[in-house]
């Protein structure tokens, strides 16, 4: 997917909406529970993923900018699920690193957009010797079965 990079807030509140996105925004929109995965990438999501999330939140679809912040979100009624891999051991992540760029996506995107409650799962390891896969996509088949 061709994802522009906004530039300025003003872009973001006024500027035209690509195809693409415009199609991402009626997905999410005719969804109940939403899943982002994505890798950590020093210590955050990949710029791409950031990207798409400023482009597909925009003011008059994902928040309402006449009203009060974390009282604006337009995408109330919907949950959502994080899923992020890494090449630390989760735990690690957890309490060395304090989960910071989970928390920012969900304070400061997902719960601002009125999405709650907001889940996640920790996948780490992944880059490291005897890391198996398969009870991983087990463990999301099984939480994809019960958000449905």
Do not use: C
């Not at 003003?10 to 982002?36: F, M």
């Not at 090449?87 to 996506?105: E, Q, V």
């Not at 709650?116 to 996509?137: D, H, M, N, Q, Y």
């Amino acid at each position: 997917m061709d994802v522009p990079l906004l530039t300025s807030q003003r872009e973001q509140e006024e500027g035209a909406v690509v195809p693409a996105i415009a199609a991402a925004q009626a997905v999410i929109k005719a969804a109940d529970h939403i899943v982002l995965v994505h890798p950590l990438w020093l210590g955050e999501m990949p710029a791409l993923v950031k990207a798409f999330l400023e482009q597909v939140a925009r003011p008059g679809f994902a928040y309402d900018i006449k009203k009060p912040p974390f009282r604006n979100g337009l995408l109330s009624g919907k949950s959502a699920r994080v899923v992020i891999t890494m090449g630390m051991p989760a735990w690690f992540y957890r309490f060395a690193y304090g989960s910071h760029s989970l928390k920012a996506m969900k304070v400061g995107i997902l719960h601002f957009v009125g999405i709650r409650p907001v889940r996640s799962t920790l996948i780490g390891s992944v880059a490291a010797g005897g890391f198996k896969g398969e009870p991983w996509l087990e463990t999301m088949e099984r939480l994809g079965a019960a958000a449905a």
